[in-house]
């Protein structure tokens, strides 16, 4: 049977909120993103980077890819116990279910330390 | 009309396979699905079968016609027929007791865990407890569930989890007991909804709503299941 052990709060509730309210952050910050680069057609790499580097936009990305890490474990969790059941892989589902999620935390612990690597040594190398 | 129906005699088959029969509709009137079927029965009695009381009031004779779930005795042939060609199956998700019927445990499992019924720790008053008119219209679009298990065996999140994702059906029960003014266990029945699984497996695929032979929405209580809980935990 699939439990709940691995889900990131253990409540239905928290996580159906979390996966909104990150949903929402990372759109934001999409929209922030491609809202930059409309009003500035003839951006170059100083005006991008002074952008990027600004403490709104930095603090802002650190809440995105945290928001990231989040949103993508609730839903590769949830993706996981779907298809991933004792009623569709038989004995071995709780064996492919651990490989499963133990390969989403990687790559999304990995996304996380590059992300937060390269935004945070943004102000270092450019400024 | 060729008519297609799935056989498994667990007895003798060693697989499931389709049979089919051919069929003369009659140029006067249409026919109901289960009148075919009773027709078919008697030319082939090893047809298996539930039915009773053929007007859609027991949800019997749930069943996958023509690849969509619907009760026999209330589907036209008219409607469900297509290329002349009409496909029975047994509604899916469940395990096959044998040719159309299922074994319907699991999905009666997950109605027995919302408490379908009326709790009141109030004392007991001399004749009934009453209700408003417009407290009892809340229940209007609940309380007709038949439990023929169309709506929840026609739902992938059930086909996925069935022995932890209630299921419309049984969601659809729960908000019914929910929203009953004279219930008043409201936050114990929310607190056994609150994982990930029981209601949140919900995607509002809205296969549950296309099924629904008596027009019901268990999306939709599903959803206000989800509000109450997040009022309930905010």
Known sequence: MVVNATSFSRSGLTDFLLQRVTAVVLGLYALCIIGFLVANPDVDQIRWVRYMTSPVMLVFGTLTILSFAVHAWIGMWTVGTDYL?????????????????????????????????????LPAIFL | MQVS???????????????????????????????????????????????????????????????????ACKTPVSEAVSRD???????????????????????????????????????????????????????????ECILCACCTTSCPSFWWNPDKFLGPAALLQSYRFLADSRDTATEERLSKLDDPFSVFRCRGVMNCVNACPKDLNPTRAINEIRTLLIKNGT
């Open chain 1, 85 to 121: 059941s004792e009623h569709k892989m038989g004995k071995y589902a709780s064996l492919v279910r651990l490989l499963y999620q133990g390969f989403v935390v990687l790559v999304v612990f990995t996304y996380l330390l590059i992300g937060l690597g390269v935004l945070w040594r």
């Open chain 2, 5 to 71: 129906i799935y056989r498994f005699i667990p007895d003798s088959d060693s697989e499931p396979r389709m049979q089919d029969y051919e069929y003369d509709l009659p140029d006067d009137r249409d026919l109901m699905v289960l009148e075919v079927l009773e027709n078919l029965k008697a030319q082939d009695p090893s047809i298996g079968y539930r039915r009773s009381c053929r007007e859609g009031v027991c949800g019997s004779d749930g069943m996958n016609i023509n690849g969509q779930n619907g009760l």
């Open chain 2, 85 to 143: 060609r009409l496909v029975l199956r047994p509604l899916p998700g469940l395990p096959v007791i044998r040719d159309l019927i299922v074994d319907m445990s699991q999905f009666y499992r997950q109605y027995e865990r919302v408490e379908p019924f009326l709790t009141n720790d109030n004392p007991r008053p001399a004749q009934e407890r009453l209700q408003s008119q417009e407290d009892r219209e809340k229940l209007d679009g609940l309380y």
